[in-house]
Nanobody, 124 residues
Framework: QVQLVESGGGLVQAGGSLRLSCAAS????????MGWFRQAPGKEREFVAA????????YYADSVKGRFTISRGNAKNTVYLQMNSLKPEDTAVYYC?????????????????WGQGTQVTVSS
């Protein structure tokens, strides 16, 4: 059974940092693109960041560029999202996802597996 489990969410003040982790299991993810998405109340799920299996190609949404960093663990079945200089508008449920694609993809419908999400709340 394929599972993606996120952790590391929580409540933080504006300007603070959080590090999200995602552990994937149930199949080999070493060749998959891994991504992070988020969904705020009343809004559609949006792309945040994604990395190719090798880490050689990485994309960020403009809204997080320069503040967030995506990375993969050595075993390639884990992915992290380091979030710095957090803003209240970053408040959302953050989801980890995996796509059986060699290149980086940013559309939600291109991802095959999803985690349950972890809440990030940034207070002003």
């Amino acid at each position: 059974q394929v599972q993606l489990v996120e952790s590391g969410g929580g409540l933080v003040q504006a300007g603070g940092s959080l590090r999200l982790s995602c552990a994937a299991s149930g199949r080999t993810f070493s060749r998959d693109t891994m991504g992070w998405f988020r969904q705020a109340p009343g809004k559609e799920r949006e792309f945040v960041a994604a990395t190719s299996w090798s880490g050689g190609s990485i994309y960020y949404a403009d809204s997080v560029k320069g503040r967030f960093t995506i990375s993969r663990g050595n075993a390639k079945n884990t992915v992290y999202l380091q979030m710095n200089s957090l803003k209240p508008e970053d408040t959302a449920v953050y989801y980890c996802a995996a796509a059986a694609a060699e290149g980086v993809v940013v559309a939600t419908d291109e991802y095959d597996y999803w985690g349950q999400g972890t809440q990030v709340t940034v207070s002003s």
